[in-house]
């Protein structure tokens, strides 16, 4: 703003009112902004002229590329906002125990407890986490049992409805089997994830949270 002020009061004074070079009389030839007379007392104005002409473009020229830094600044930060997408769910509620199974069908796990869930991506409602943008995700499950059924803890990592991956430990002479899946997938936005329980399958939790579906994006793509 005071660069401004400036040009504009150095171009009112050597260019609005001419000065004469001859014996101290005032030249009362009206001249244009920016204009130059042809004789030579007008000389120093010209060559005044040209330059603020040449300094107010300069001060124009770094306001706008100031400004469209300043905009593109704003659009990246934007842009790692939309970004940001992470979930982190347990099966059980903080103060509940029990186990989840054994079905004659396979079930949908629905992980109550949520830890995280930047963006709203998961939905404690249907147990599913839907991808807000595409990208490459990191899903991981961890399922646990304490149960003595005989099908022990296993699950199935599904995208829209088809199986991505499985997991599953054989119980052994122990009644407490564990298993987990670490995998990256390459999601479009709009995809639904969810862990279903397999037929006979069963996972128990308490308040330790011993049964996790966790997410997080990667990458956009």
């Known amino acids: 703003m005071r660069a401004a002020v400036l040009l504009s009061l150095l171009h009112g004074a ?3 009112n001419l000065f004469s070079w001859d014996n101290g009389a005032s030249d009362t ?6 204009e130059c ?24 020229k770094t306001v706008e590329d100031i400004s469209n830094n300043l905009a593109n600044s704003k659009m990246a930060l934007n842009e790692m906002r939309a970004s940001r997408s992470a979930f982190s769910v347990a099966l059980g509620e903080a103060n509940a125990s029990g186990c989840f199974g054994p079905f004659p069908d396979e079930r949908r796990v629905v992980y109550r407890h949520v830890f ?5 991506g998961y939905s404690a409602a ?8 595409s990208g490459v995700y990191s899903l991981a499950v961890t399922v646990y049992s304490a149960s003595a059924a ?3 803890p296993g699950a199935h990592l599904t995208v829209n409805g088809l199986q991505a991956s499985a997991l599953r430990e054989k119980e052994s002479r122990d009644r407490e089997d564990s298993a987990t899946l670490v995998v990256s997938a390459k999601l479009r936005a709009g995809d639904n994830v969810a862990v279903v ?5 069963v996972v128990c939790d308490d308040s330790s949270h011993l049964n996790t579906f966790t997410g997080f994006l990667l990458y956009p793509c």
Do not use: H, I
Request: hydrophobic fraction near 30%; glycine fraction near 14%; charge should be positive.
């Open 29 to 34: 030839r009206q001249v244009q902004p920016y």
């Open 37 to 60: 007379l042809p004789d030579p007392t007008s000389c120093g104005c010209c060559v005044m002229q040209k330059k603020l002409q040449r300094m107010e473009w300069f001060f124009n």
């Open 116 to 120: 995280l869930n930047l963006g709203d």
């Open 14 to 16: 050597f260019c609005q």
């Open 126 to 133: 249907t147990g599913g986490f839907t991808a807000p943008r």
């Open 150 to 152: 005989p099908g022990g």
């Open 197 to 201: 329980l397999p037929k006979g399958g």
